[in-house]
């Protein structure tokens, strides 16, 4: 009966989606929380800061680090470009794919001091509406890329800072 137990269980554990997961490392230097401060926009492209700024701020509250804007540790954000391609043309010569192509440079501060320096880059692909070819479904598919993109780059870019040998 007890092993039956067991088994209904673990089978029940497993059929609703839990599952263990490897915790986020935490931030060096023994800092428990930093705050994020609105990302640098050196590109040409307007707003972006908004997007990559919460997507950083959002995995600094997932890894249970995200402090407040009094924080002695602070990770100063810097987008330093943006860029939009067409990517792959069908046989027909026509478009059938963008890519958005990025890079975030990091710096994590404590007290205004330099401690730690990474920069990340990636691309995410999105499609532009076909057949209609509607300017907003396909601007719509860019900003869900833009944020992809902001969530990947935000994802690495906190690993990377977590584990870089401090200066």
């Not at 792959?88 to 963008?98: C, E, F, G, N, R």
């Not at 007290?111 to 999105?126: A, F, I, K, N, Q």
Request: aromatic share 6%.
């Amino acid at each position: 009966m007890r092993r039956l137990l067991l088994a209904a269980s673990a089978a029940a554990l497993l059929g609703c989606g839990y599952r263990f997961a490897v915790a986020d490392p935490p931030l060096p230097s023994g800092l428990p929380r930093a705050w994020a401060p609105v990302f640098a926009n050196r590109t040409l492209e307007p707003g972006v800061e908004a997007t990559f700024t919460q997507a950083f701020r959002a995995r600094l509250h997932e890894a249970g680090a995200l402090g407040g804007e009094g924080e002695e540790a602070q990770v100063e954000g810097e987008i330093l470009s943006l860029t939009g391609a067409p990517t792959v043309l069908d046989p027909a010569y026509q478009l059938a794919s963008y890519r958005l192509t990025g890079t975030v440079r990091l710096r994590l501060k404590r007290g205004g001091r330099l401690l730690s320096e990474v920069t990340v880059s990636g691309t995410e692909d999105y499609l532009p509406d076909r057949p209609l070819a509607d300017v907003l479904r396909t601007e719509q598919a860019r900003a869900a890329a833009l944020t992809r993109l902001a969530e990947t780059l935000s994802r690495d870019g906190y690993e990377r800072l977590a584990t870089a040998p401090l200066r």
